[in-house]
């Protein structure tokens, strides 16, 4: 009897769009930060951690201004609160509007989503494939699992821990973000690879996002586009040079990633 293993030892997984709705991001966690942010503020503003965040919104600040970026807005170092309060909230505004994948950001974000998350407002919404496939490539195959995000490591596992399907951080091995570079970036993905010490062409990554796709398929890794509902309309040119799955199931059959054994 022929028997089929994966072509690869371990997936590598972008969350929105991918494991999570694109919708679940833009219309729960980006407005439960926009909509909360002033309160957070006025509660938190002691908080060692709140004020270790605002510094490095504010060291971003100071580079973009640096840098020529247009309406960025830079947070000062005064002594009136409400003034200093003022300019967070712009600063985040703005950065929210752009949908900006940049480490203070998403750190900032990850911190006020813990609340949610705590206090029960918030649920990771995974879609239904995810946690059968995390079932099958645990149980049958011992493939590891990674998480690659641009969303914070903290933010990360916010989602997996407290998730619609239950608590899946046990079924998974690591995460990244975006201190380890950028997404679309193939150094990011060579990093990656030496990080867990698995050949590029043994992971296979998964987004939605045709750059990073490019990315990491340059630094040798296998790679297939997740088409779900409400993700970005793909080309015919992004059709006809890539794998193109709408669930994790389909891995399971798809002829590139099994080999005979
Ligand atoms: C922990 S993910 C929260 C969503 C988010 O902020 C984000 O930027 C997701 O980006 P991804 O790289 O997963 O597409
Ligand atoms: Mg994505």
Known sequence: ??????????????????????????????????????????????????????????????????????????????????????????????????????????SFQGFMWESGFELGELKGEIFEDVLEAFKRWKGEFEIQIFIYSSGSINAQKLIFKNSDKGDLLGYIDGYFDTSIGSKLEKSSYVKIAKEIQIEPNEILFLSDNVKEIIAARSAGYQTAIIEREGNAPLSDDDRKNNIILSDFLQIFSHASFQKSS
């Open 1 to 106: 009897m022929s028997t089929t293993i994966p072509t690869f030892k371990c997936v590598l997984l972008d969350i929105e769009g991918t494991t999570t709705p694109i919708s679940f991001v833009h219309e729960r966690l980006f407005p439960y930060v926009t909509n909360n942010l002033e309160n957070f503020l006025n509660e938190n503003w002691n908080s060692p951690e709140l004020q270790q965040k605002v510094q490095l919104l504010r060291e971003q600040a100071i580079k973009d201004v640096n840098n020529n970026l247009p309406d960025a807005i830079l947070i000062p170092e005064s002594n009136e609160m409400d003034e200093i309060k003022h300019f967070i909230i712009q600063n985040i505004k703005w950065q929210m509007e752009i949908d900006r994948k940049i480490g203070s950001l998403k």
